[in-house]
């Protein structure tokens, strides 16, 4: 049986899988505790700025990871309008401002180059929003995603859009992870499950290892990894932080090479603080949720725009 997801926090998806594109929507609970930490050295974000914990603002009334490079950002604007109009946001003696964070990938290298999701495509993925949503692969922020890209992309597999959850006690832990990675995917046994791979269905670092080859046949800021993890755990904005610093090595852990100069990877961590947890062990099982989402991310990806799936290689 599968174990339900915190039902604090409601995920929605906008998905347009003919353009190869789509955009992934948090709703955490009121007085939530939010940070972020950029480790990719090419993101493109909004918002991420007021999460450092010097910052006055706790707390987040939406997340937003989208598809369609920098142009996704204008999404936020959406969830912006869908909010204020709920009454849901800062409160200031002018109105409502709604805070609403977001992080991008490249997708334009499938699907349509011209399209990205925009202000009315951010409000389906609110209006989607649901608990216990765990569908995966070829969705909304994931729909384009790829990975495997350091021998170009016509070697590289399906990325996509993975969920995991662990509940552990009165621990809930919901990691969710938009897989678009330069790096090839490994398993929990340093097996790699989806990255470049030859025509005969052999991966090129099986041949010949990343860092033996010559300067990697990708573009500059086209892939990325997106983390969010949602926990209920009581934080401070500070551990918040902290914490969204450890989440990287559940990337690191499962992708190879990671956090290059082509990746942009962001990593949230929102926590509706209900139970009191020792921080290091927090760490250690938020960690762990993301190499699953990590890995959940490919499995359950569909071969689509000319780019084959693990599901396609290796589910035969």
Not at 212 to 217: F, H, L, N, Y
Request: neutral net charge; charged residues 20%.
């Amino acid at each position: 049986m599968k174990l339900k997801m915190n039902s604090s926090f409601l995920i929605g998806h906008y998905t347009n899988a003919a353009q190869g594109t789509g955009c992934t929507v948090i709703l955490p609970p009121e007085n939530n505790i939010t940070s972020a930490s950029v480790k990719g050295a090419s993101p493109g974000t909004r918002e991420i700025a007021l999460l450092a914990p010097d910052k006055k603002i706790s707390s987040v009334h939406a997340i937003l990871l989208t598809g369609g490079s920098a142009f996704g950002l204008h999404a936020a604007q959406g969830i912006m309008e869908i909010l204020h109009s709920r009454g849901i946001g800062y409160q200031t003696d002018y109105g409502i401002v709604p805070i609403v964070p977001a992080a991008v990938i490249f997708d334009k290298n499938v699907g349509d180059a011209s399209a990205y999701p925009a202000i009315e495509e951010a409000k389906i993925a609110l209006k989607n929003a649901k608990e216990n949503n765990r569908i995966s692969g070829n969705v909304g922020a994931g729909t384009g995603a790829t990975v495997g890209k350091w021998r170009g992309l016509n070697y590289a597999m399906k990325g996509g859009l993975g969920v995991a959850h662990i509940i552990s006690g009165k621990l809930e832990i919901t990691a969710l992870s938009v897989v678009n990675a330069v790096g090839d995917i490994y398993d929990r046994n340093h097996n790699i499950i989806a990255g470049a791979i030859n025509e005969q269905d052999i991966f090129f670092a099986d041949l010949k290892p990343f860092h033996e080859t010559q300067k990697p046949k990708v573009g500059m800021a086209e892939n990325t990894v997106l983390c969010a993890v949602m926990i209920n755990a009581k934080i401070s904005k500070t551990q918040a932080a902290y914490l969204a610093e450890r989440v990287h090595f559940g990337i690191s852990r499962r992708i190879e090479p990671s956090h290059t100069s082509y990746d942009g990877d962001v990593a949230f961590v929102i926590s509706h603080p209900e139970i009191d947890y020792d921080l290091d062990l927090l760490a250690s099982s938020m960690i762990d949720t993301v190499e699953s989402s990590v890995i959940n991310a490919v499995i359950t990806a569909e071969t689509a725009y000319g780019i084959r799936s693990y599901k396609e290689i290796f589910s035969k």
